[in-house]
């Protein structure tokens, strides 16, 4: 049945002609917001623990973590063929030729059939969108830039270390070398309101991304949100409330995006709120598709275009 939205998975599916599985990979990097660079302590909702998987141990090398990687999903889910993922920190933030020798060797697996790059920024300078650039000839390469964001308020106090016009700046600089751009976000910091949310749509659908991330705000432990929290707790969404938001999201964002995510995660273990009472993100998957049906819309039915501005 067709989705009311532009999903993931098919995209992947258009792209590789079957099922892609990403391989989650740390590549030992931190971020300029933590190392002090720009900033100290990192983004204050951001807890790196929460986005390895538990199949990885700390001690892996890139080629090992492929092989375990892939190992794991092909007995879970019958997988075949992968995508590398560089996801924790900032994975451009390096030498070039140590960035390098990490993508390499995770390409070197032979059923890793290209790359996607988590990172921020203000961590690609010419150097290696060059290389990203290279690497593109001869695989799928796609960076997912952290929007989190498009208010400068909410970055400085969430110390991002850099503003929109950063990440505005870094799209266009990524754009035309055939690397693939995705970008995440996150609804739910107490100080924004709806009319941002869905002001955001607009916002991000005139970037020139091919994909976007939606994350609900949660609260992990080992933040400094966490530790905000805990002194005096803020409203975060309600399942239903998120459900409600991302159809209003969606219903207003480009019908050319792809959508990769629609919640946030964390292991039970670090999670502090919302408890969503085992909903995952299959759940929200379906209470949107439900929604959108509910009401005849879909993806982009209250698009307009607007300038590429905050």
């Not at 990440?167 to 751009?181: P, S, Y």
């Not at 990769?260 to 209470?287: E, S």
Request: a neutral charge.
């Amino acid at each position: 049945m067709e989705r009311p939205y532009n999903d993931y998975s098919s995209y992947l599916q258009a792209l590789f002609g079957g099922k892609t599985y990403k391989v989650s990979i740390r590549g030992g990097f931190t971020c300029p917001n933590i190392d002090g660079t720009v900033a100290k302590g990192g983004c204050t909702y951001c807890n790196n623990a929460s986005f390895v998987p538990s199949y990885l141990k700390r001690s892996m090398g890139v080629k090992d973590q492929v092989d375990q990687g892939i190992e794991f999903l092909s007995q879970r889910y019958g997988a075949e063929q992968f995508l590398g993922y560089f996801q924790s920190y900032s994975n451009t933030y390096g030498e070039v030729e140590h960035l390098e020798q990490l993508y390499r060797t995770a390409l070197d697996h032979p059923q890793i059939k290209g790359l996607v790059v988590g990172t921020r920024a203000d961590c690609v300078p010419e150097p290696v969108l060059t290389l990203l650039e290279a690497i593109a000839r001869d695989y799928y390469v796609s960076v997912e830039y952290g929007i989190e964001s498009i208010s400068d308020d909410t970055l400085r106090r969430i110390n991002r270390g850099h503003d929109f016009a950063a990440l505005q700046d870094a799209v266009r600089r990524t754009r035309g070398r055939g690397i693939h751009l995705g970008g995440h976000l996150i609804l739910g910091f107490p100080w924004e309101d709806r009319s941002h949310w869905l002001r955001t749509a607009g916002v991000v659908s005139s970037l020139g991304i091919e994909y976007v991330k939606i994350h609900h705000l949660h609260v992990v432990k080992g933040t400094e949100m966490a530790r905000v929290y805990q002194e005096e707790p803020f409203q975060l969404f309600e399942f239903d409330e998120w459900v409600q938001l991302v159809a209003d999201f969606l219903e207003r964002l480009s019908p050319d995006l792809v959508v990769g995510r629609m919640a946030g995660g964390a292991p039970p273990d670090l999670l502090i709120a919302p408890d969503w009472k085992g909903k995952r993100h299959t759940h929200v998957v379906q209470g949107v598709i439900k929604e959108l049906t509910r009401r005849g819309t879909r993806q982009g039915s209250a698009y307009t275009p607007q300038a590429e501005t905050a």
